[in-house]
């Protein structure tokens, strides 16, 4: 990487800065680079595997944070001590479940769009990106560029900003320009653009099936965008683009379909010449099934960096993948001249955070003041999609005796669902709430209301997401039926924006898309009548089947 290239966009570095580039890659043992190279996820207090990983000296961790902020500083600092480099400390910032522990619940991307103010976005991304800065964070996997295209997709889902592309272009490079203001580099995902497959690169190899016609009017678009606004980096995932593959080479055959993770024709030729980035590619994380399925681990591993990746997210076993990239060196798969390469970026993106120096200061949080923030503008996302039955708002005296079917709040890294807080809420405004459970008899007479709650945001490993009428009703009777037409019907989605497309005929339907307990709040709240309900909807929660609007 030349002195220019660290001098432009988005670096920025001046000769300073150059120079500490050029003076720390030279001060570093081959082993050193090797070791740089690799990203690992880092979670909890305990001491010894802490120390193993410190002991390991990577170029940068994923931090899942405890809520001490002060412990979580002291832990970065062994990092820092035993590394020959300052250490990137990178989050996923999505808000929502997402949100760090202990800190400020927020919205996540599809409530934001929902709302579509961008001084709201401003604010919630400052929030977000002062309380990371307190814990350590300087670097975060977001925003999302995908599009809400595929709408069986539990992937995209609520993580991205909705389906229009101009919507989500304006609450991205906000979200940029907000982050990287307060000291976190964002890496902008998920390239070469998800969210017209409806499958999980979790589990397989994704494809973008559009042309590159449609391709540059969509995640084109976002793209140069992006890096237009100084996006520090970007992060290649398991999806496949085969039409740019076809164009460079029409008899691709199965190479259409390289994730980009692996491809150098997509991370070299189409995102750093053809779009012009010049900044850092981290590789989504590589224990992925998207990546599990195109080939063994000794030979991905190298692929990865071979392919232009600078960073390795995640090690299944750190020693051992350290040695894979090693024996790749040896026998040729990878050079040192692209190992090089890509500590310089990882240097570069390292000294425009300005870690060289001691890096930007940290501000500490107003908790509370952000709590007030956050809590005002989660009751402006809830959106009240359809009521053909004038049943809002409800009546205590109308409505009092409530059935609520649910399955939970499902979270990906929770082993199990766990309760909503709606019912009780309802309870302490007066309302008596029967919770149904399988094989409970139920007579539609005895309630004034039934509320369905869905508790499933963005599903990691979980394939797709509907309203799974068996498991919400416990067996195969309850399954087919349906209330509405004998008793006032209620559905609430606090999370996945498309149950209409599974329930048209739903009276009442409402998308309010977080579980968090404060979106509860916020509904319940505009439930009674106490808020007015958003009428902006980020996405078709119809999914173009004109029956789900009556």
């Known amino acids: 990487m030349r002195d220019d ?34 990203n690992l996820r880092s979670a909890g207090d305990n001491p010894d595997w802490i120390a193993a990983q410190q002991a390991f000296r990577p170029g940068s961790v994923t931090r899942v944070p405890g809520p001490d902020a002060a412990a979580e500083r002291q832990i970065i600092a062994g990092f820092n001590r035993a590394a020959p480099t300052p250490l990137l400390v990178s989050a996923d910032l999505e808000g929502s ?21 961008l001084e709201v976005t401003a604010e919630i991304s400052r929030i977000m990106a002062e309380e990371a800065r307190a814990v350590g964070i300087n670097w975060s996997f977001t925003p999302v560029l995908d599009i809400n295209a595929a709408f069986r997709s539990a992937i995209v889902a609520t993580r991205g900003f909705g389906s229009d592309v101009a919507t989500i272009e304006r609450h991205a490079l906000k979200q940029i320009e907000v982050f990287q203001a307060h000291g976190i580099a964002a890496a902008v995902k998920h390239w070469p653009g998800e969210g017209f497959d409806d499958r999980d690169q979790h589990l397989v190899t994704t494809v973008n099936p559009l042309s590159m016609e449609q391709w540059e009017q969509n995640f084109g678009r976002l793209y140069r965008a992006a890096i237009e606004a100084g996006a520090l980096s970007v992060m290649s995932a398991h999806i496949a683009l085969p039409a740019f593959v076809r164009e460079n080479n029409p008899d691709a055959g199965v190479e259409a379909y390289r994730p980009a993770s692996l491809s150098l ?25 998207g990546l599990k399925a195109w080939s063994s681990r000794a030979d991905y591993l190298p692929e990865v960096i071979a392919a232009g990746c600078d960073v390795i997210l995640f090690a299944d076993a750190p020693e051992t993948d350290r040695q894979f990239i090693e024996d790749a060196l040896a026998d040729g798969r990878l050079s040192w001249e692209r190992v090089d390469d890509a500590v310089t970026r990882q240097l570069a993106l390292k000294a425009a955070l300005g870690l060289h120096a001691g890096g930007v200061p940290v501000k500490a949080p107003d908790f509370a003041a952000n709590a007030v923030t956050a ?20 009546d205590i005296e109308k409505h009092r005796r409530v059935l609520v079917f649910s399955t939970g709040i499902v979270f990906p890294f929770a082993p199990k669902p766990f309760p909503f807080a709606v019912p009780q809420l309802l309870r302490d405004k007066g309302f008596e709430v029967t919770e149904h459970m399988a094989g409970m008899a139920v007579d539609p007479k005895a309630y004034d209301l039934v509320l369905y709650l869905f508790g499933e945001e963005t599903l990691l490993t979980r394939g797709h997401i509907f309203l799974d009428w068996l498991r919400l009703n416990g067996d195969f009777i309850g399954a087919m039926q349906r209330y509405w037409n004998d ?13 209409l497309y599974d329930a048209p005929r739903a009276p009442t339907y409402i998308n309010a898309y977080s579980t968090t307990e404060t979106m509860q709040a916020a509904v319940v709240e505009a439930l009674l009548g106490n808020h007015q309900w958003n009428m902006h909807s ?9 029956q789900g609007k009556y």
């Not at 008793?487 to 149950?499: A, E, I, K």
């Not at 980020?538 to 004109?546: I, L, S």
């Open 375 to 394: 809590r005002a503008v989660t009751g402006r996302a809830p959106t009240l999609v359809k009521d053909t039955q004038a049943l809002l708002p409800l």
């Open 5 to 38: 290239q660290l001098a432009a966009k988005p670096f920025h570095l001046d000769r300073a800065a150059i120079g500490w580039v050029r003076t720390t890659l030279g001060g570093l043992t081959a082993d050193d680079k090797i070791r740089q190279l690799f």
């Open 97 to 117: 479940r997402m949100s760090l522990a202990g800190q400020t619940e927020v919205p996540n991307p599809l409530a934001l769009a929902a709302i579509d103010d």
């Open 487 to 499: 008793v006032p019907t209620l559905l609430v989605s606090f999370g996945y924006p498309y149950y």
């Open 538 to 546: 980020p996405v078709d929660p119809c999914v173009g089947d004109e």
């Open 265 to 289: 024709l997509l991370n070299q030729t189409l995102l750093r010449e053809r779009l012009g980035f010049n900044g850092l590619i981290v590789s989504d994380a590589t224990g992925m099934g």
